[in-house]
Structures are given as structure tokens and as C-alpha cells.
């Protein structure tokens, strides 16, 4: 027992020791840590808690907080480093102007915190949408200070739900902070009416993109798949608009249209990426005159469903174009017949009633002119002016200036323009030199004593108008929207919609 209590005192001196010199080195590496992850002076326990107690309202700075307390247990080194490195925010910058959002492909990497900052340096609101891309929170981090009521409310609204979303008035920015973990391909948009269809996208890929991953470009909504590979080419000299002309069986006026995918050429080695019915943009010219009997072969030789939608004259309800309400989809390889009598007299169109926001701007549209059948012509001749939006151009039949087609005429020949917007933005069109008469709206005529004089009519899309020109000044004159930045390529003048109008003595 003397020895066993001549041992005790000894041991116990010992262990006391011991664990003197092992709570040193933790106090001594803890301070450490903490010093090099927050910068905070203090090597003690308290400082840590100086530094946690510091308000953290963005991503970054909470990211900061997880590596911090990642290292308080016990992550040092080199391990230590690399949760520091994670937690720096990734730059990225978007640019907004009319039409166009930059860069053309954004890179965003996975599992990292992004801060982007979205700047409009174009004339209206605009905003940019990662459609199909969501993060675990997305954060406001500074907002454009004359955002309009209606967009504010919107950005709270998207990004509270952990869209990644921004928008800013002209001339400023907004910058969010946000990390998605999926690696993938998507596209971004500008969601205001009509800015996506004139060519606000851009791509945006995460971690690896296309690669590995999912596939969110832009048909992801609407079950369509891109096959640009497989697109036939389209040059320049072809125009649309050419007049198909049908074969009588039994008494019917019988046509084939068939969409299928084309690179369309806008301008000399320009393309864009386009639906089209029987390879030209706009469409065919169907001509009839009223009271015949019309019956059209249309076949989709497309990578996704459509229908075709006659716009405006009168026909059966089951011929309306309309999937699941009065006729199904036409897949891909599958064909369709429509048949109606050819009523009232007037200026119609056809266009795509499926994907519509998608198909119509690519190209699925086209013009029906119901003639009267007796009635004398009141014009020498008559020139179709077909507006639309593809990809950031402007076009005039499917080409911007100077591809588009000259009106050419007489002095003192009167020309009947049938105007039709088919784009999806309105344009307010001036004539240059020659008032016009509005004879004829939506394929309706204006009584004579209704009837106005104007140098400039704004159309929005899906109307048509009649304009009858007098060409009694001679000169080289111009026809195109007043809104100038669409008279542009690139941002460059002249271009986009323009026509000249050329009149000889």
C-alpha cells in the first residue's frame, strides 16, 4: 500500500503535464486558424467569436462562414485552402442593348458561389433569365435604383423563388449572387414581349455544359430538340413570298406545303436558324380568288409537332389550326389536309399555332390573298411587305437591308402595298417622298369616306393593311420602321427594315 501511494502523486505530476503542453498546442493552433480565415487579430476563442457574430447577407460571406466553421473542426492545410478558394465569388458580367444580350456564351462553374452583374446599356428595361436554372437561393445584392414598379416586384418575386434572374433600367445595372450545383447547358433570355424573338438569348453553360450534364436550351419547354446539323442551306438568292401555284382536282385549288428545318440566309453569308414551309421565309404566296374551293397537303418534315393556323378568313372550325382544341398535333412524318372556301375577299395569313413564341419567329409563316372574283383591280401593281423579327435582324420577306427586294415604279402608278406584320414587336412604317391611302384593314375595306392618309401606320403583329400609293414624286425614296434601332445590322445603320422605293420619271 506505501507503494502504490509512493506511485500515485508521481503519475498523477506526470499526466498534469502532459495535458498542460497538449491544451497549449490547441490553443495555439485554434487561435492560428481562426487568424488566417477571418483576419481577426485577436488568438483567442473570443475573436472567433467577434468574427461569427459579424452580419453575412450574400452567398459569398456565407460560404465564407461554412469554410470557417469547416476549419474549426479541424479542416487545416491544404484542405483548409481549398474551402477558402471555394468560397470566392465568380465574376461574371451580362450586357443588355437592343437586341442583343452579351457575351454570346456565358460560363458558370458548379458547386461555387457566382456573383453577376446584368447592365442595360440599351434605351428600355430589360432583364435576363436562366430559363430552367435554379439555385438553392439567389441573393440581391445591389438593385438598378430606377427599376419600374412592375420589374422590381418581378425581380423580388423570381429570385426569392431562387430563379436566377436580374433586371435593370437603361443605364444601370442590378448584381445577384447565387451557386447551382448541376452542371448543364441552358439558355438565358430577356422576357419582355418580343425581345427573346428578336434575338435576346444567349447560352449559358455550368461546371462541364453540354459535355456531361442535362440539356436546357431553348426548346426545353416545348418538347423540341435542335437539329441544326441537319439543316439544309438556303442561299441568298432565294426569296420568299414565290406564288405556288395548285393543281385543280375535281374543281379544287389543291396545295402541298411541307415545314421543314433551313440555315436562311438574311444577308450576303448571314443565316439564321429557321422552320420553314417549302424551304423559303416567308412562306409561299397562296393566291385564290373568293368563292373556290382550297384544299392544302401540308406535311411536317420538322424535328417537333405543329399545326398550321389560316388567320383571319372564313372556314370550318375543324380547320383552324388549333392542337387539342379542334385538331390534334401533326408529328414529325405525319401529314395533314385542310380544306375551306375561299371567303371574303381580303389580305390573310398563315403561320404555325403550336410552340407559337418559337415556330412563328423561325419562319412558319406565309401569306393567303383572296381575290375578288369580277371586280376590276384599282392598282397597277401590288408589292407585299411581310414584317418580322429572327435572331437580332430585322426583316422585310425574310431579308434585312440591303437584301431586301427595291419597290420599283412609274410616275404616276398607283401601288397597292399589303402590308402584314408576322413579327411579334410593333412597327410604326414611314413612307418616304408618296402619302398613302389605308384602304383595307385585316382583310376588311375601308369605306372611301373612312378612309385616312398617312405617311406612317404602326402595325402590330398579326394585323395587315392596305396602303395605296400614288407615286407621284419621282425619286429614290424609303420605306421602313420608325423605330431606328430596327433600321440596323449590328448596330450599325442602315439595315434591318428598310425597302427602297425607286420611282421613274
Avoid at 370550318?316 to 392542337?323: A, H, L, Y
Avoid at 403550336?354 to 397597277?380: C, F, M, T, W
Avoid at 426583316?395 to 413579327?423: C, D, S, W, Y
Wanted: glycine share 10%.
Amino acid at each position: 500500500m506505501s507503494n502504490l501511494h509512493s506511485w500515485f502523486p508521481g503519475r498523477i505530476s506526470m499526466l498534469m503535464v502532459v495535458l498542460s503542453l497538449v491544451a497549449a498546442a490547441c490553443t495555439a493552433s485554434y487561435g492560428a486558424q481562426v487568424t488566417e480565415v477571418t483576419g481577426v487579430n485577436e488568438q483567442t476563442p473570443e475573436g472567433y467569436l467577434q468574427a461569427q457574430a459579424t452580419p453575412q447577407a450574400s452567398p459569398s460571406a456565407r460560404a465564407g462562414s461554412a469554410v470557417l466553421s469547416s476549419e474549426q473542426a479541424g479542416g487545416t492545410g491544404q484542405a483548409g485552402q481549398a474551402q477558402r478558394e471555394s468560397a470566392a465569388a465568380a465574376e461574371v458580367t451580362v450586357t443588355a442593348k437592343e437586341f442583343q444580350l452579351q457575351p454570346a456564351t456565358i460560363a458558370i462553374p458548379a458547386g461555387k458561389v457566382v456573383r453577376l452583374t446584368f447592365r442595360n446599356e440599351g434605351a428600355v428595361e430589360h432583364d435576363f433569365e436562366v430559363q430552367g436554372l435554379r439555385a438553392d437561393e439567389v441573393v440581391v445584392v445591389e438593385r438598378s435604383a430606377n427599376l419600374s414598379a412592375a420589374m422590381s416586384a418581378n425581380l423580388d418575386q423570381q429570385t426569392s423563388a431562387g430563379q436566377v434572374y436580374a433586371a435593370a433600367a437603361p443605364g444601370e445595372a442590378t448584381t445577384i449572387e447565387f451557386k447551382v450545383s448541376t452542371s448543364g447547358r441552358y439558355q438565358a433570355v430577356c422576357t419582355i414581349p418580343g425581345h427573346k424573338e428578336a434575338g435576346m438569348t444567349t447560352e449559358v453553360v455550368v461546371g462541364r455544359g453540354a459535355s456531361q450534364g442535362h440539356d436546357h436550351q431553348m426548346h426545353q419547354n416545348s418538347g423540341s430538340m435542335p437539329h441544326v446539323s441537319h439543316a439544309s442551306v438556303v442561299k441568298a438568292g432565294k426569296y420568299g413570298l414565290q406564288e405556288i401555284k395548285p393543281r385543280i382536282v375535281h374543281g379544287v385549288k389543291v396545295f402541298n406545303l411541307t415545314a421543314e428545318h433551313v440555315k436562311w440566309e438574311v444577308l450576303p453569308g448571314e443565316y439564321i436558324d429557321a422552320y420553314a414551309y417549302n424551304g423559303m421565309v416567308p412562306g409561299p404566296l397562296i393566291r385564290v380568288k373568293e368563292g373556290d374551293r382550297v384544299r392544302i397537303h401540308f406535311k411536317n418534315e420538322l424535328p417537333e409537332p405543329t399545326t398550321i393556323h389560316f388567320h383571319g378568313n372564313t372556314l370550318p372550325n375543324s380547320m383552324d389550326g388549333v392542337p387539342d382544341v379542334t385538331q390534334p398535333v401533326v408529328k414529325p412524318g405525319q401529314s395533314f389536309t385542310y380544306e375551306f372556301k375561299a371567303e371574303p375577299v381580303g389580305t390573310f395569313i398563315y403561320h404555325t399555332h403550336h410552340n407559337s413564341a418559337i415556330q412563328e419567329p423561325k419562319g412558319l409563316y406565309g401569306v393567303l390573298i383572296i381575290e375578288p372574283r369580277h371586280q376590276k383591280k384599282s392598282y397597277d401593281q401590288e408589292v407585299i411587305q411581310v414584317l418580322s423579327e429572327a435572331e437580332g435582324y430585322y426583316l422585310i420577306n425574310g431579308k434585312a437591308f440591303p437584301a431586301t427586294t427595291p419597290i420599283k415604279a412609274k410616275r404616276g402608278e398607283r401601288v397597292l402595298v399589303r402590308l402584314i406584320n408576322l413579327g411579334q414587336m410593333v412597327h410604326p412604317m414611314h413612307m418616304h417622298g408618296n402619302p398613302f391611302e389605308i384602304v383595307a384593314t385585316d382583310g376588311h375595306d375601308v369605306p372611301p369616306a373612312a378612309r385616312l392618309t398617312k405617311d406612317v401606320v404602326t402595325i402590330g403583329p398579326g394585323e395587315r393593311y392596305d396602303l395605296l400609293v400614288k407615286m407621284d414624286n419621282p425619286g429614290k425614296w424609303m420605306f421602313h420602321c420608325h423605330i431606328l434601332s430596327h433600321v440596323q445590322n449590328h448596330g450599325q445603320e442602315p439595315g434591318g427594315m428598310i425597302t427602297l422605293v425607286n420611282v421613274s420619271k
